[in-house]
């Protein structure tokens, strides 16, 4: 499934349908639930990040796992979404939006089926002008007391990306892929 490319730039939306079916956990073989942690994405300490792609800017986070309110609380207009800690609704709204960026941090690593990180990819790119992708590389693969690991390094994202943004659309920053959606 291809969905178009973005966004706040040309006004695109997530059709109806597809931001009820992305409002629920999606069908993977492991729950990643367990895997959030209560502390705020490394991603959001980096100061690059926040100038460019996150201060002053519509922003959603696509994974922010169990305990949005860390987040929130230094950046407020952050839209939160994840199907497995948040209310249906908040996933609804986050996906009505249209925004400058998506975040997926710490997100990509607990994924153990490989289309459904093209999917939730291919949100991102729908509904933000630029994703942001930050993993924890645990350095241990397959399934924990707490879910999975793909214990890969950042760089064995890059073909996923690759295939929904396309290559010239896709860089290395600081130990974080930057995707354009346009």
């Not at 952050?78 to 249209?98: C, H, I, K, Q, S």
């Not at 290559?167 to 290395?172: D, I």
Request: charged share 30%.
């Amino acid at each position: 499934m291809t969905l178009l490319s973005g966004n706040k730039r040309n006004g695109y939306r997530l059709p109806e349908r597809l931001v009820r079916a992305y409002s629920e956990p999606p069908r993977q073989g492991a729950s990643s639930k367990k895997t959030s942690r209560k502390q705020v994405p490394s991603i959001y300490g980096k100061k690059w990040v926040l100038k460019e792609h996150v201060d002053g800017r519509d922003v959603v986070d696509l994974g922010i796992g169990g305990w949005p309110e860390l987040v929130l609380r230094d950046h407020p207009h952050v839209v939160p979404r994840d199907p497995f800690w948040l209310p249906r609704e908040a996933n609804e709204r986050a996906l009505r939006g249209v925004y400058d960026t998506a975040i997926l941090s710490n997100v990509l690593n607990v994924i153990d089926d490989d289309e459904a990180i093209i999917q939730l990819l291919e949100i991102a790119k729908a509904v933000a002008d630029t994703t942001l992708i930050k993993i924890y590389d645990s350095g241990r693969t397959g399934y924990t007391r707490d879910g999975y690991q793909r214990g890969m390094p950042l760089e064995a994202y890059l073909p996923f990306a690759y295939e929904v943004f396309g290559r010239e659309n896709v860089s290395v920053r600081d130990g974080v892929i930057v995707c354009e959606s346009w």
